[in-house]
């Protein structure tokens, strides 16, 4: 309820001041037919922007008219949504929706915004009283935003209803999980197997196969380590029978014959 007073309070000012200026200024006044508010500083014209801020966009009336009105559905979605929930925050969001109100109602009846003060001691921008909330309290908005650093519970405890329900489903699905060890965190394996005595394990299995081959492994490299026995002296080994076998009988023996001999056997001839 405090926030929709503030945005009426700054749509009468703002429309207040452009009433006055319409009827006591006349249309694209300079010099001496404008009211100086401060001397060399600021002072009062009367103008009618047909566009938006620094005159872009001109004569885009309903274009500018819809994306004020939807800028306006925006934050106010943020802010019922709890979106935008701090405290500071709210308030800049919906100022600078009491400024985009504040334009919007003058495109929709006139056409234009009508724009008043003028900065003398630098080329800027005319502008109105919604102009100056649009631009003060956005500018404080993204500053806010972007240096505002909310503890954890706070930011848990103020954040939308799906986002909460987002948060709590994901937990929810990560709880089982929460409590497993992971192999290689622990020095021994019995660490590692360890849990509370009233938590359940959903990969016992696992792990007991886990330690199987680990025990198996270990086995084989104590096998391995183990030295081999020391050799004895080689038995001797005994000699190979072996039989020879015995010349054919063939009935006569061979004589021995000289050269002499052969040569006078055939010389009887």
Same mark, same amino acid.
């Given at each position: 309820?405090?926030?929709?007073?503030?945005?009426?309070?700054?749509?009468?000012?703002?429309?207040?001041?452009?009433?006055?200026?319409?009827?006591?200024?006349?249309?694209?006044?300079?010099?001496?037919?404008?009211v100086?508010?401060?001397?060399?500083?600021v002072?009062?014209?009367?103008?009618?922007?047909?566009?938006?801020?620094?005159? +872009?966009?001109?004569?885009?009336?309903?274009?500018?008219?819809?994306?004020?009105?939807?800028?306006?559905?925006? +934050?106010?979605?943020?802010?019922?949504r709890?979106? +935008?929930?701090?405290?500071?925050?709210?308030?800049?969001?919906?100022?600078v929706?009491?400024?985009?109100?504040?334009?919007?109602?003058?495109?929709? &009846?006139?056409?234009?915004?009508?724009?008043?003060?003028?900065?003398?001691? &630098?080329?800027?921008?005319?502008?109105?009283?919604?102009?100056?909330?649009?631009?003060?309290?956005?500018?404080?908005?993204? +500053?806010?935003?972007?240096?505002?650093?909310?503890?954890?519970?706070?930011?848990?405890?103020?954040?939308?209803?799906?986002?909460?329900?987002?948060?709590?489903?994901?937990?929810?699905?990560?709880?089982?999980?929460?409590?497993?060890?992971?192999?290689?965190?622990?020095?021994?394996?019995?660490?590692?197997?360890?849990?509370?005595?009233?938590?359940?394990?959903p990969?016992?299995?696992?792990?007991?196969?886990g330690?199987?081959?680990?025990?198996?492994?270990?086995?084989?490299?104590?096998?391995?380590?183990?030295?081999?026995?020391?050799?004895?002296?080689?038995?001797?080994?005994?000699?190979?029978?072996?039989?020879?076998?015995?010349?054919?009988?063939?009935?006569?023996?061979?004589?021995?014959?000289?050269?002499?001999?052969?040569?006078?056997?055939?010389?009887?001839?």
């Amino acid at each position: 309820m405090i926030y929709a007073i503030a945005v009426v309070l700054v749509l009468i000012a703002d429309q207040a001041v452009k009433f006055w200026t319409t009827k006591n200024i006349v249309l694209g006044a300079v010099g001496p037919d404008c009211v100086k508010l401060i001397d060399g500083v600021v002072h009062m014209t009367n103008v009618h922007n047909y566009g938006a801020a620094f005159g +872009i966009f001109q004569n885009a009336r309903w274009p500018l008219t819809v994306i004020s009105a939807a800028f306006v559905v925006v +934050i106010i979605v943020l802010i019922n949504r709890e979106i +935008i929930h701090t405290r500071f925050g709210r308030w800049t969001s919906v100022l600078v929706v009491a400024g985009a109100l504040g334009n919007c109602i003058d495109r929709l &009846l006139y056409g234009y915004v009508v724009d008043m003060f003028e900065v003398e001691f &630098l080329n800027f921008a005319v502008f109105n009283v919604a102009d100056m909330f649009i631009t003060v309290c956005g500018i404080l908005f993204c +500053i806010h935003l972007i240096f505002h650093n909310e503890p954890e519970a706070v930011k848990q405890a103020n954040e939308p209803e799906f986002i909460r329900r987002r948060r709590e489903e994901k937990e929810a699905r990560e709880a089982p999980f929460a409590n497993i060890p992971h192999r290689g965190e622990h020095k021994t394996l019995e660490e590692e197997l360890a849990l509370g005595e009233d938590e359940e394990d959903p990969f016992a299995d696992d792990w007991e196969f886990g330690a199987l081959v680990d025990d198996l492994v270990a086995a084989k490299r104590a096998h391995d380590a183990e030295p081999e026995p020391e050799e004895g002296p080689e038995p001797e080994e005994e000699p190979e029978e072996t039989f020879e076998e015995p010349e054919p009988d063939s009935g006569f023996s061979i004589e021995e014959f000289s050269l002499d001999d052969i040569l006078s056997e055939f010389g009887d001839e």
